[in-house]
């Protein structure tokens, strides 16, 4: 029988679009076939899958390898989902994940040559799409760091696109300790800031970006901390060619981090 919005499993696992829920309970909700799909490919990161009949049925390869894995699949109704899902329009699967979270220290140990820093950014989307965007141009970890929106945030998850599943995930309160701990680890350390005195077309053209580097990234309406900008190796602006005032958040950090990747290789 199909679990209703009423049914325990449904009730707790609804919890978890509140922080604190997901906080206490170390769990937090993927949504949609993509992010199940990548979620499911990281052994032991998801507890249980909910979908409605009609999605079960259109996506029978990932109950497959839900139910190889252990993990309960439980067939709910559409008023469950609903009461599941963030989506004006919910595509029928959700699972319930484990936190990702990697240790800053963990992370370095792999010599990562690609690091975004978000930090005290508290839009989800912005976040999501910069995960996106970090993983896309082969970033090693993901740095939520302060006061930085919670990685498990529906929104942020769902901006991600499944990239939260490809990348370390790292949580830290103190951006100026990730700073000096990135710098220890050989990285080049650059903030972004429209008030930059480096222009990224100088950093590309002189070589700075080929070495292992970490970027720095605030949020849109306060930009970065002084006290990061001052521990940045260079405070970095994209030039503008045309008109426009400024990039977004999302824009800037594809910009740095793809001319990064481009360097690199």
Known sequence: MAFTPRTPRVVAARR?????????????????????????ARPGVVTELFGTTSALDRHPELAATAARADVPVSEVTDDALAAL???????????????????????????PRLVAVLAEIRDPGNA??????ADAAGAGAVVFAGDAVDPYNGKCVRASAGSLFHVDVVRAPDPVAV???????????????????????????YGRLVGPTAWLFGSEAHGLPEALTAAADARVRVPLYGRAESLNLAAAAA???????????
């Open 85 to 111: 899902a963030e989506t004006v329009a919910p595509q029928g699967l959700i699972a319930v994940c484990r936190h990702l979270d990697v240790p800053l220290e963990q992370t370095l140990s792999s010599a």
């Open 255 to 265: 910009v740095c981090l793809y001319a990064s990747a481009r360097a690199q290789r």
């Open 16 to 40: 978890l679009q509140r922080r604190r829920d997901r906080d206490a309970t170390g769990r937090f909700l993927a949504e949609g076939p993509q992010a199940v799909r990548e979620a499911l």
């Open 128 to 133: 999501g799409t910069v995960l996106r965007t």
């Open 179 to 205: 700073v000096d701990a990135l710098r220890a680890a050989g990285l080049s350390i650059f903030a972004t800031t429209g008030y930059g005195d480096s222009d990224l077309d100088d950093l590309t053209d």
